[in-house]
């Protein structure tokens, strides 16, 4: 499993950006797929997850009502729709797939950076 991340960039507080991951290797249908973000100092934390099968999604409460998590399957691509950001959304974000049955996210992509000035 390969995981490509994009979209990241700088952007004036209450602005959007919209990141990327796409997948390749095998079939995902029994994948989650999740964001992570890591901002300097800080550990990392999940921002949120959508089922590949079915899209059902989950949130982080700091980013509900704000972000957006979406797939799209003919792509095998997972978009993060960012709107509204804020200056403490600057982190470096990150893409994984976890198979449905194991706890852990055990594939990540390469992290894209997310700089949200005031």
């Known amino acids: 499993v390969q995981l490509q991340a994009s979209g990241g960039g700088l952007v004036q507080a209450g602005g959007s950006l919209r990141l990327s991951c796409t997948a390749s290797g095998r079939a995902f249908s029994n994948y989650v797929m999740g964001w992570f973000r890591q901002a300097p100092g800080k550990e990392r934390e999940f921002v949120a997850a959508v089922w590949w099968s079915g899209g059902m999604t989950s949130y982080a409460d700091s980013v509900k009502g704000r972000f957006t998590i979406s797939r799209d399957n003919a792509k095998r691509t997972v978009y993060l729709q960012m709107n509204s950001l804020k200056p403490e959304d600057t982190a470096v974000y990150y893409c994984?797939?976890?198979?449905?049955?194991?706890?852990?996210?055990?594939?990540w992509g390469q992290g894209t950076q997310v700089t949200v000035s005031s």
């Open positions: 994984a797939a976890r198979r449905l049955g194991t706890d852990d996210f055990g594939y």
